[in-house]
Nanobody, 124 residues
Framework: DVQLVESGGGSVQAGGSLRLSCAARGYTYNTYCMGWFRRPPGKEREGIAVIDSDGDTAYAESLKDRFTISVDNAKNTVYLQMNSLQSEDTAVCYC???????????????????WGQGTQVTVS
């Protein structure tokens, strides 16, 4: 079974930074699309950024200047660097994985087969 384990969430003051990690265990496919999503309080889950086995990335337009997605294939780990955090960034953040390389719909949660349990990010 594929397991995605997020870490790195926490509480930070406005203007601060956090780096989230997502370790993929048991993932044996040669291709992937890995994504970061978040669910702010009282809102729907939304896509943040995606990266795939071809090295292609895509971002939510409103976040691309502050957030960066990266991957360490040797560690089977995807990262999300979040800078200049603001109170509206408070959310539960999730990583997700799909077997196919990312496509134009990859910022949609419905495209993913595997999900992590989520990690809380609180900005005050």
């Amino acid at each position: 079974d594929v397991q995605l384990v997020e870490s790195g969430g926490g509480s930070v003051q406005a203007g601060g930074s956090l780096r989230l990690s997502c370790a993929a265990r048991g993932y044996t496919y040669n291709t992937y699309c890995m994504g970061w999503f978040r669910r702010p309080p009282g809102k729907e889950r939304e896509g943040i950024a995606v990266i795939d086995s071809d090295g292609d990335t895509a971002y939510a337009e409103s976040l691309k200047d502050r957030f960066t997605i990266s991957v360490d294939n040797a560690k089977n780990t995807v990262y999300l660097q979040m800078n200049s955090l603001q109170s509206e960034d408070t959310a539960v953040c999730y990583c997700a994985a799909d077997q196919q390389p990312c496509g134009w719909r990859s910022l949609l949660a419905s495209e993913y087969d595997y999900w992590g349990q989520g990690t809380q990010v609180t900005v005050s």
